[in-house]
T-cell receptor, first 115, second 110 residues
Framework: GESVGLHLPTLSVQEGDNSIINCAYS??????FIWYKQESGKGPQFIID?????DKRQGQRVTVLLNKTVKHLSLQIAATQPGDSAVYFC??????????????FGTGTLLAVQP | DVKVTQSSRYLVKRTGEKVFLECVQD?????MFWYRQDPGLGLRLIYF???????EKGDIPEGYSVSREKKERFSLILESASTNQTSMYLC?????????FGPGTRLLVL
């Protein structure tokens, strides 16, 4: 989910379990979504994207689900590993009709993987 | 893979100093962006550019300016640094709707 104030929501999972990270997006007209992973002290890293004409997209160990009815996006990580520990945030594309597409970013969820 | 480099990982400046943050991409991409990232606020767009010598204000341009003299280089300038500009600054390049980020510069203004 999205953060409130200065504290990120935290998801704590055991190594080997599956993780599900959620995101509520704001604009019903958004047609493209991205999940990013950000490790401590580093820049965000692209994980996976999905367009609004799809409900599900799979990558390596990751799956993104899109529910346009309730404006909800989720990221599923299979067999979570210690290296998956990071902040995960979603982004939605806000088409403004210009030459450059802007992204609107969520504030993120901290995934903590327990060994 | 496209590589984005930012001139410094960590930077400490004093109030009133002029600060330059440099971002360089090693491909011929047109779209480049500057964000700041603060706890609880997520990424906020400062400025972006979709071509050489072109620039557009983002959501929080006050106190900042940018320069894009060459396609591969997009510079963020703090004309007179203030303590409320202490933040993580992230540069990104864009390909259609997707944006890819550099490593970030953590700036502390004293």
């Amino acid at each position: 989910g999205e953060s409130v104030g200065l504290h990120l929501p935290t998801l704590s999972v055991q190594e080997g379990d599956n993780s599900i990270i959620n995101c509520a997006y704001s604009n019903s007209a958004s047609d493209y979504f991205i999940w990013y992973k950000q490790e401590s002290g580093k820049g965000p890293q692209f994980i996976i994207d999905i367009r609004s004409n799809m409900d599900k997209r799979q990558g390596q160990r990751v799956t993104v689900l899109l529910n346009k009815t309730v404006k909800h996006l989720s990221l599923q990580i299979a067999a979570t590993q210690p290296g998956d520990s990071a902040v995960y945030f979603c982004a939605e594309n806000m088409e403004d009709g210009g030459a450059t597409n802007k992204l609107i970013f969520g504030t993120g969820t901290l995934l903590a993987v327990q060994p | 893979d496209v590589k984005v480099t930012q001139s410094s990982r960590y930077l400490v400046k004093r109030t009133g100093e002029k600060v330059f943050l440099e971002c360089v991409q090693d491909m011929d991409h047109e779209n480049m962006f500057w964000y700041r990232q603060d706890p609880g606020l997520g990424l906020r767009l400062i400025y972006f550019s979709y071509d050489v010598k072109m620039k557009e204000k983002g959501d929080i341009p006050e106190g900042y300016s940018v320069s894009r003299e060459k396609k591969e280089r997009f510079s963020l300038i703090l004309e007179s640094a203030s303590t409320n500009q202490t933040s993580m600054y992230l540069c990104a390049w864009g390909l259609r709707e997707t944006q890819y980020f550099g490593p970030g510069t953590r700036l502390l203004v004293l």
